[in-house]
T-cell receptor, first 109, second 115 residues
């Protein structure tokens, strides 16, 4: 089992603030994905990063893949209440996904 | 596109009974479907991978005789929890993919509660 550790586990911030979620592993992955999951629903893919050092931007979300393809970060700029949710990272190895435990983000209005 | 549905969304059953959960790809043909289990505030754990027309491949520690998986068509996979016990209570999520190495599209999940 390839373990991914996410930190922090919980994050509560005020609207307009920035936040960063980290995903770390001792394993190398062919790619890494970030998902967002709402309560009682399945996860929805936000982005896939493939190349070491890659940076992808999705509106106010910035995703970075570490040079060694073992870690990643998700940065949200000027967070809004609509960003509230569970953020999961998942390492892709072969065809399987190994998920982190998730970071619960709460953005207060 | 790429919509995956699950049925039922919630099910409550008595200990010792069996429960079947369906996973359907509504607008594409899914050669591969995956079944995950998620405990409260925990990660999704892969239980098994099923390819249409083949036997499912189970992850280490998952009892294949307890969690029966059938993937008889390109749009439907079923997970049957046999002789369910309270410890089987969990959130079961399926995903479907065009093939093993393509993006997985997740269903909305099924909340199973065993009394």
């Amino acid at each position: 089992t390839q373990l991914l550790e996410q930190s922090p586990q919980f994050l509560s911030i005020q609207e307009g603030e920035n936040l960063t979620v980290y995903c770390n592993s001792s394993s190398v992955f062919s790619s890494l994905q970030w998902y967002r999951q709402e309560p009682g629903e399945g996860p929805v893919l936000l982005v896939t990063v493939v190349t070491g050092g890659e940076v992808k931007k999705l509106k106010r979300l910035t995703f970075q893949f570490g040079d060694a393809r073992k870690d990643s970060s998700l940065h949200i700029t000027a967070a809004q209440p609509g960003d509230t949710g569970l953020y999961l990272c998942a390492g892709v190895s072969d065809y399987k996904l190994s998920f982190g435990a998730g970071t619960t983000v709460t953005v207060r209005a | 596109g790429a919509v995956v549905s699950q049925h039922p969304s919630r099910v409550i059953c008595k200990s010792g009974t069996s429960v079947k959960i369906e996973c359907r790809s509504l607008d594409f043909q899914a050669t591969t479907m995956f079944w995950y289990r998620q405990f409260p505030k925990k990660s999704l754990m892969l239980m098994a991978t099923s390819n249409e027309g083949s036997k499912a491949t189970y992850e280490q520690g998952v009892e294949k005789d307890k969690f029966l998986i059938n993937h008889a068509s390109l749009t439907l996979s079923t997970l049957t929890v046999t002789s369910a016990h309270p410890e089987d209570s969990s959130f079961y999520i399926c995903s479907a993919s065009f093939d093993s190495y393509n993006e997985q599209f997740f269903g909305p999940g099924t909340r199973l509660t065993v009394l």
